[in-house]
């Protein structure tokens, strides 16, 4: 059974840092590229960093380029986010997410909430 289980979410106050945690399992981690995405409770889905599976290059969007960084460990296939100078409008749940071809995603995570107060 594939799972993606995001952590680490909770309330911070803007300016602080979090740092996210996908543990997952049931697929062959190494081979897949991870995703992390957000979402606003009726609001789109959207993309906030990736990284690849083999040369582990990263991609950030423009709104959280220079404040988070992904990571991966292949031998705990596990994938982080370090979230820092959070921002109110970073709230939102976070999700995790794996794709093999690096078009489209084949499997995702239940979310974790990040609060951030101003």
């Known amino acids: 059974e594939v799972q993606l289980q995001a952590s680490g979410g909770g309330l911070v106050k803007a300016g602080g840092s979090l740092r996210l945690s996908c543990a997952t399992s049931g697929f062959t981690f190494e081979d897949y590229h991870i995703g992390w995405y957000r979402q606003v409770s009726g609001n789109q889905r959207e993309t906030v960093s990736c990284?690849?599976?083999?040369?582990?290059?990263?991609h950030y969007d423009d709104s959280v380029k220079g404040r988070f960084i992904i990571s991966r460990d292949n031998a705990k296939k596990m994938v982080y986010l370090q979230a820092n100078s959070l921002k109110p409008e970073d709230t939102a749940v976070y999700y995790c997410?794996?794709?093999?071809?690096?078009?489209?995603?084949?499997?995702w995570g239940q979310g974790t909430l990040v609060t951030v107060s101003s």
């Open positions: 990284i690849t599976n083999r040369d582990g290059a990263e």
């Open positions: 997410a794996a794709s093999y071809t690096g078009e489209g995603y084949d499997y």
